[in-house]
């Protein structure tokens, strides 16, 4: 009884704060969400990269170690997603490819493993999610644009907090207490934010493929989890950075693939993104429960 309770804490203020979103988004179609999308991008998503890292007890290694494991993951969706969309006869391949290999680490990733393991489950999860925030403006925009554009790194805030998160996990550098306590009320906020945020996008996508759109999604909430158990058990694994790994694995599609399919590919493409980021979200809301009771029984 105690693990139905812990799963039911992990999960409610997630979702709850989705449907408050959802809630928003249905009462006000208009609704702006430029501002969140703003300050995510060039000030939460950074803040909750240098908290989450620096701040929560993990070391370089287990950085360093769970960034290439989730590499490892990337490419084995990629392995999947490909031979799916064959079979789905997509004529571009190389555009739809992003919403099967980058899931939403952190809209969703990020508050189901900070409440399930707490702030070492929250750095574990945050440096996976470096590694899938830096994927989506670099291996994303060149899959949505089919080119490569190195400036958009370089204009990337997240990029520069990863690099100053290792430095100082490298160094074992101790942050003064006033910048750990404001990037740990910015995390915070920018949890709630985007969770909302996930909500109200929930309102404006449209699934215009329905059968394509539920095969890639079944691709994306169901292979994921053997792929992150293969990981587990290949590499040994075990304890919360396990059940962090297993959880960050079976997340849906990141809404930031509609981003940034909407900026560099055309519509057909950006239609077929959106099918798949809404099937799959809403899948999550059976798959995930049962993903996070699985990690909390048997990584903990």
Not at 94 to 118: D, K, Q
Not at 155 to 180: C, E, G, Q, R, T
Not at 208 to 216: E, G, P, R, V
Request: net charge positive; hydrophobic share 55%; charged share 10%.
């Amino acid at each position: 009884m105690e693990i139905y309770i812990k799963l039911f804490e992990v999960l409610f203020p997630v979702f709850f704060v989705v449907g408050i979103g959802y809630y928003l988004g249905k009462n006000n179609p208009k609704i702006d969400t430029t501002f969140i999308t703003n300050f995510a991008a060039n000030i939460g998503t950074p803040a909750m990269i240098i908290f989450a890292v620096t701040s929560t007890g993990i070391t370089f290694d287990i950085f360093k170690d769970y960034f290439w494991y989730y590499l490892l993951a990337i490419i084995s969706f990629a392995l999947v997603g490909i031979p799916t969309l064959f079979f789905l006869k997509t004529k571009d391949i190389v555009r739809e490819l992003p919403p099967l290999i980058l899931p939403n680490t952190g809209n969703m990733g990020v508050p189901i493993c900070l409440f399930a393991y707490g702030s070492e489950g929250l750095g574990v999860s945050a440096a996976i999610t470096s590694l899938i925030i830096l994927f989506h403006f670099t291996l994303g925009v060149f899959l949505a644009d089919r080119k490569f554009n190195f400036s958009v790194i370089l204009k990337n805030p997240p990029f520069y907090a990863i690099l100053f998160s290792a430095f100082i996990l490298f160094h074992d550098i101790n942050l003064p207490v006033f910048i750990i306590n404001t990037t740990e009320w910015l995390m915070f906020a920018t949890i709630f934010l985007i969770l909302m945020s996930l909500g109200i996008a929930l309102t404006r996508l449209k699934v215009f493929s329905l059968n394509k759109a539920i095969i890639s999604s079944c691709t994306r909430m169901l292979i994921g989890p053997f792929i992150g158990l293969g990981l587990i058990y290949y590499f040994n694994l075990s304890g919360f950075a396990a059940g962090v790994l297993l959880i960050q694995c079976s997340m849906p599609s990141a809404v930031l693939n509609y981003l940034v399919a909407s900026i560099y590919s055309p519509k057909k493409i950006i239609d077929s993104v959106a099918s798949t980021i809404v099937v799959s979200t809403i899948m999550s809301f059976i798959t995930v429960p049962i993903v996070v009771f699985c990690a909390l029984k048997y990584f903990s």
